[in-house]
């Protein structure tokens, strides 16, 4: 049989390449817009919670209000983890970044998952147990290594208000669970990031969801893509002052080092969700009177725009989010964490689309070795 050769255009990283269809995410690139499922970023950080956005994004529509008391109720219900992996996640080595704790957990899950039910039903509720899990896991973990009793889940709390709760042992105010809320709702999705193409190649098996939100997880832990919030924050305490902003940045640049919380693949303008986190800092900085890092931000944001602006190269999502959530008190090693808490609401939005009209992932490489070539025997080399 005669196989006939497509045309192969190689590009590097996929860029152009278009993976796959949705109806979760939109990006427009050129105008720094973000929707999700035709809702503007802006109004949803805005007007929505954490809880709803999940419901948009597995549903593609809003909840109802008896929808959403329900998946708020489903969330609460089944927030608490296996005594076991609470045992586990005790005899882990404490000095463990928390991100191979949750990508190490969030697998281990799946041998606690006894249903061998593969139906849309059943993997929706998969997804809704993970992303119920996830900041039980990131907030044990972190007390664990403090040598602090975990704090079970609060029965009444919402999502947001209810991770900070079990991360520091008190009630957070108003103020700090809507940032924290808005927080997730804008790392959410994002359309075929690096994690969530990661986690289609694995889902494109017809491996389990549980596999692929642990390959996410690993892959979003990069510091060219979810990992950069941490590395943005050493990044400010190596500056140290906003008069070396300018020295930090020629010298990066001359030795071709990326400065971390700029560029995007898609966005070649100011990434929406980074005006969002911006006017967060913003007000959480003159709140404490702690302001150092916001400063410096501004003056990066300054020096980068008259030398790289021209090249498309803006703030993104990562450049402001660490500077609130050190405001919120946080440790620089749980924002990535913080990023999968919300991402695996995406990542399982996309993984139970994709398998709507599955196809296995399975691209080609641009062969550049030698050609082909008798073996040459151990003494013959
Ligand atoms: N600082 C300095 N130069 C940059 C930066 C940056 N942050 N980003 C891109 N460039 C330059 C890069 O050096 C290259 O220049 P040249 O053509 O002269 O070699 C050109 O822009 C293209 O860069 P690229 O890395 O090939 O572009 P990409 O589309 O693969 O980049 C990126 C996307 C996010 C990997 C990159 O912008 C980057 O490394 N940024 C810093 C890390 C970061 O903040 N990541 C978070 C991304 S947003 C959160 C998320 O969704 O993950």
């Known amino acids: ?44 950080a805005q007007n929505s919670t954490f809880e709803e956005v ?38 882990a080595p404490h000095t463990a970044h928390p991100m191979d704790a949750l990508r190490t957990i969030a697998s281990l899950l799946s041998c606690f998952d006894i249903n061998l039910e593969k139906s849309p039903e059943a993997n929706l509720q998969r997804a809704i147990f993970l992303t119920a899990r996830f900041p039980t896991i990131v907030a044990t973990f972190h007390r664990l290594r403090q040598n602090q ?34 927080a997730l709702i804008l790392h959410a999705d994002h359309e075929m990031n690096a994690s969530t193409f990661a986690s289609l190649v694995t889902a494109s098996t017809l491996s389990d969801i549980y596999s692929a939100v642990a ?48 560029g995007h693949r898609i966005y ?21 009177k702690f302001s150092r890092f916001f400063k410096i931000n501004e003056k990066l944001e300054e020096v980068m725009q008259a030398k790289k602006g021209q090249h498309g190269i803006f703030p993104n999502v990562d450049l ?33 689309e994709y398998w709507q009209e599955n196809r296995l992932f399975r691209p080609n490489a641009l062969y550049e070795g030698p050609a082909p070539r008798a073996y040459v025997s151990m003494g013959q080399r």
């Open 320 to 352: 402001y989010s660490g500077i609130v959530y050190h405001q919120l008190g946080i440790p620089a090693d749980l924002f990535t964490p913080i990023f999968a808490i919300a991402r695996v609401s995406g990542w399982t939005a996309h993984i139970l």
């Open 54 to 91: 999940c419901f948009l994004l597995w549903n593609q529509r809003l909840p109802r209000h008896d929808e959403l008391e329900n998946l708020e109720k489903i969330f609460r219900e089944n927030r608490s983890l296996p005594q076991e992996v609470i045992a586990f996640l005790e005899l």
């Open 215 to 262: 390959s996410g997880i690993g892959a979003l832990k990069g510091p060219l893509h979810g990992g950069a919030n941490e590395a943005v924050l050493k990044m400010l305490m190596e500056i140290a002052d906003p008069a070396n902003v300018e020295s930090y940045v020629d010298q990066a640049l001359t030795k071709k080092v990326k400065i971390m919380g700029f």
């Open 149 to 182: 009793k975990p704090v079970l889940p609060h029965p009444s709390l919402g999502f947001a208000a209810n991770f900070l709760y079990m991360l520091f042992g008190k009630e957070p105010t108003p103020n700090q669970a809507k940032v924290m809320d808005a």
């Open 268 to 288: 070649k303008n100011y990434d929406p969700r980074a005006r969002i986190f911006k006017e967060y800092a913003r007000r959480l900085s003159e709140r404490t």
């Open 1 to 44: 049989m005669e196989i006939k050769e497509k045309s192969l255009e190689y590009a590097p990283g996929l860029e152009g390449v278009v993976a796959c269809r949705t109806r979760i995410c939109q990006i427009d690139g050129q105008a720094g817009k973000l929707y999700y499922a035709g809702y503007p970023i802006e109004d949803l």
